[in-house]
């Protein structure tokens, strides 16, 4: 296989994962309300990508540490925004 199409299949797959939190987020945002979202499913993502760039810069996979950087921080706000509106919007009561 040919190595761009190698990357142009990474590249998608990169995309994908870090883009695959923003309908959560903007969910959680717009309703502020998290009451739904899984806390332990959440937390198990964030440390399984905080996983995943440790292991890419032990290795020196910069594609895989970045893709995995990004997917962190999307994750990362999706659990944040778990903990704020966890019962609701804090600011409505």
């Given at each position: ?7 142009a ?5 990169a ?13 959680i ?65």
């Amino acid at each position: 296989m040919s190595d761009l199409i190698a990357n142009a299949f990474g590249t998608a797959a990169a995309l994908c994962s870090i883009t695959s939190f923003a309908p959560q987020m903007v969910k959680i945002w717009k309703a502020r309300d998290a009451s739904s979202v899984s806390l332990k499913t959440y937390s198990l993502t964030v440390t399984c990508f905080a996983l995943w760039v440790v292991y890419g810069v032990m290795t020196g996979a910069w594609p895989v540490t970045f893709a995995n950087s990004a997917a962190l921080v999307m994750a990362s706000g999706v659990l944040a925004m778990k903990w704020r509106f966890r019962d609701g919007d804090p600011e409505a009561a």
